[in-house]
């Protein structure tokens, strides 16, 4: 887990600093050419090389201040300038068109972030262009005799060090955008999952919404076997004078407060915020008679419990209607209508309290 975590921290790194990585990592590619430059006296490479390390230190500076795009365009100009002048030089054999093809990945990456829409196409046209230069290098100067006759070991050492740098940027691009992909869909994936539980859930509660409750309901009311249960449809009573009285802060207090109990006593039950105030509970595998019981507990729990908010006490009580299902109830809507009429009778007549039966 250490480990990974370490991992993550590194790659993190490189893909949000990947631009000032990759200048810094070419002015190292150039200092190391022109240690190779001077150890074999190319008086011109060496001149280019320390023009070169000298733009890429000007595009650290440029990276750090955000300009990434003439970083980008520096790049490609200096090293297809470095690839044409490097083979005049030294010869097509000394492989150092290797570097046409390590800036391809680079075109590809950095291009997909800086251009959008139809200026993409500023990326394939880059790609075409790099592989003619690379073409036309090929033809020109495959048997022409280079201004500087490289000893064969320092041709090997350029070959393989040119070679080195086209894998490594090839590798290393994949590497960080094959992260920085599967960071994208991760985060996707949990943005989904909570536009879902969104969608779903009330969010100052947590509790369910009519969305998320509903699909509960319908199939045990349509299955025989799991059809027994018990709604009870409560409403916070004298909620607006609470609103009124003490702020709207206050009363979003009250309802987690009442939640909280809610939940704690209605262990395993679906609990869902129906709207406002009113909150209704599924008590699967409950009969009417225990269901009673348990909101007559809970309706004392709450009257003796007040929620303190900022050193205030506020006293709040619950009107509750409750249901039992039936064979004449067959949609969801049925049951909660019964359970509403209860606990709206409920109000009308004191609060407070837990009506089960029809009154009326």
Not at 255 to 267: Q, S, V, Y
Request: a negative charge.
């Amino acid at each position: 887990m250490k480990d990974k975590k370490i991992i993550d921290s590194i790659m993190h790194f490189l893909v949000h600093n990947s631009n000032l990585v990759t200048v810094v990592v070419m002015c190292f590619v150039h200092a190391a050419l022109l240690a190779f430059m001077i150890a074999l006296g190319v008086t011109p490479l060496v001149q280019f090389n320390i023009l070169s390390v000298v733009v890429y230190l000007f595009c650290i500076v440029l990276c750090r201040a955000g300009h990434v795009m003439p970083a980008y365009i520096s790049i490609v100009l200096e090293v297809t300038a470095y690839t044409i002048v490097s083979t005049y030089y030294i010869g097509l054999r000394c492989g150092t068109y290797c570097f046409l093809f390590s800036i391809v990945p680079i075109i590809i990456y950095f291009g997909c972030f800086i251009f959008k829409g139809a200026k993409r196409w500023i990326i394939v046209l880059l790609l075409a262009l790099n592989f003619a230069i690379f073409s036309f290098l090929y033809i020109r100067f495959a048997e022409v005799r280079p201004v500087y006759d490289v000893v064969p070991a320092a041709r090997i050492l350029l070959i393989l060090f040119s070679s080195f740098v086209m894998v490594f940027a090839t590798i290393f691009y994949n590497t960080i955008y094959i992260y920085a992909s599967e960071v994208e869909v991760n985060s996707l994936e949990k943005e989904n999952k909570q536009l879902s539980a969104d969608a779903q859930e009330d969010a100052l509660t947590s509790l369910l919404n009519r969305r998320g409750f509903l699909p509960l309901l319908e199939p045990i009311m349509d299955d025989e076997r799991s059809g027994h249960f018990c709604i009870a449809f409560c409403d916070i009573d004298n909620f607006k004078r609470i609103n009124d009285s003490f702020g709207h802060d206050a009363g979003d207090e009250v309802l987690r407060h009442i939640t909280r109990m809610i939940r704690k006593e209605m262990h395993g039950c679906d609990i869902c915020r129906w709207g406002g105030e009113e909150i209704i509970i599924l008590m699967k595998d409950y009969d009417l008679a225990v269901a009673k019981e348990k909101m007559e507990y809970l309706r004392k729990d709450i009257e003796n419990s007040p929620t303190i908010f900022f050193n205030k006490r506020i006293p709040a009580t619950i009107t509750i209607g409750l249901e039992e299902n039936k064979d004449s109830y067959h949609e969801p809507e049925e049951i909660i209508r019964v359970a509403d009429e209860r606990m709206y009778y409920g109000k009308q007549h004191g609060k407070n309290i837990v009506i089960f039966e029809d009154l009326h």
